[in-house]
């Protein structure tokens, strides 16, 4: 006997979208035996970016909620847009992302033989007939909403003759765009994908998976929906802009007379400061704009991977921005709210100095290197405490100083004190200066020996505590600043004679060089820090045991907008 599916319980602050409503209603009529089935349908034509995060969660989440399951299925129609490369990464992605689609991994491409045969279905009950017009003339006789398209003059013909046409165009006989397989549908509906769409055309192209056995193949339209009733999907999860399809999808079905599954529409994710489209990514990509599909500024699952986001905190996203009917835009800064929540958890702290002065305790012994402690993370009491050496030459960040302060500022300046953090409390007593520039090349300090970090007589208050490193000790390593892609909010919002690229941010990534304690000595590939003060950082795959590359995940502090309620 078939297991029912039972929802998990609920956090009590969550309630439910309107998808789970409708599963839910599903369940307690007894449609389709109460199961629930779903699937993941991407096409392997590109790199998955955040918008498909979102559907991953959704989907597969359903399915684990209501003791479902979920399917993993390739749209792969389209040879000359595929490659086993995006196959590749999709799962990766999925998995990365905390998934398993367990032994349920399929491809369109897996029921060609089954779609020619529905094909041939509707060919013999007079549904569809091959038409030899070409691409440009089918569209313009496809009319505008507002005008009804015209009918082919070979949409008359007969099965016999259809049925022989389709044969031979499966066979080869034809070269690419003489002919195509078209649904007789109705030219005046209102719903221009009614209007004899076309199901399948000529395309003499090596496939991924299938080689050269197919010379024609089915169009997406065509595939999707029959591939969904063929896996017994009961909630077929699609976005909005599928919405005006649903109608012939059901014709189809109804037409072969096969298992129906049920289609929800929900918005699609936008996030402001990107682009989502993956042809403009695809051409970011290939015009150098950015440095491949893992670039971390790019949205793609694996930019963001590489940038240094947890498969945990993009989970948390899609569950905060929740699921809507209408199309909405989601501010990028939710999004890094959401790592900066996950990483404040889960990162060690560190400290680094990415724009260092240098600064000289005259009043501390020349050759001697103490040990400060620190805690590794103030969240994780198991993360233990952290050594650090202490010497009488340190870096501090430039911004830390300044010779002529203004009010409410509380880091160092002449004749002022501050403490270096888990160290001692020290006193600006004079700077030197590029004589040339004027720049601040030194700044000579005394220190208070008695005010060291945990002693009991450091009981000495003072309102500024820096960051620090020990010069000699220092490791240094390049550290890629990374910021939003675009300087606009909506890229595709477009000026009169402008194109999306023309927002392209100039400043979206700095490289420089910054100084680190030690304990960075022995981080991995994609190990996360929180630099004390600065950010969150992560070890980029272009480090090496000579040069240690870092990514900036994110700030501390959103600099470009605050975090709106998610309504």
Known sequence: MQDIAKPEEEKPTR???????????DIRNGVNESRVHTRFPPEPNGYLHIGHAKSICLNFGLGKKYHGKTNLRFDDTNPVKEDVEYVDSIMEDVKWLGFDWEDRLFFASDYFEQLYEYAVILIRKGSAYVCDMTAEEISETRGTPTRAG???????????ENLDLFARMR???FPDGTRVLRARIDMGSPNMHMRDPVLYRILHAHHHRTGSQWCIYPMYDFAHGQSDSIEKITHSICT??????RPLYEWFIREIGIYAPRQIEFARLNVTYTVMSKRKLLELVRDGNVKGWDDPRMPTICGLRRRGFTPESIRNFAETIGVAKRDNVIDVS???????????????????VLNPVRVIIDNYPDDLV?????????????????RMPFSKNLLIEREDFMEDPPNKFFRLAPGREVRLKAAYIIRCESVVKDPETGEITEIHCTYDPLTKSGMPESNRKVKGTLHWVSEKQAVKAEIRLYDRLFTKENPDDLEEGRTYKDYLNPDSLKTITGFIEP?????GILDKFQF??????????????????????????????????VK
Not at 150 to 155: G, I, L, V
Not at 240 to 245: A, P, T
Not at 334 to 352: G, P, Q, S, T, V
Request: proline content about 3%; charged content about 35%.
């Open 334 to 352: 939710l999004l890094e709210f959401c790592i900066r929540e996950d990483l404040n958890k889960r990162a060690n702290r560190l400290m680094a």
């Open 150 to 160: 015209k009918e082919s003059p070979f949409r008359s013909r007969s099965v016999e």
């Open 532 to 565: 004390e003060r600065t950010g969150y950082f992560s070890v980029d795959h272009d480090s090496t045991s000579e040069n240690l590359v870092f990514n900036r995940v994110v700030p501390l502090k959103d600099s470009w907008a605050k975090v709106e309620k």
């Open 240 to 245: 909005l802009e599928f919405e005006v399809h």
């Open 519 to 523: 304990a960075v000595g022995s981080a």
């Open 370 to 386: 103490e040990e400060m402690e620190s805690v590794s993370n103030p969240e994780d009491e198991s993360k233990g405490k952290r």
């Open 171 to 173: 066979a080869g006989e």
């Open 15 to 25: 309630s439910l979208n309107f998808i789970e409503e409708i599963i839910e209603e």
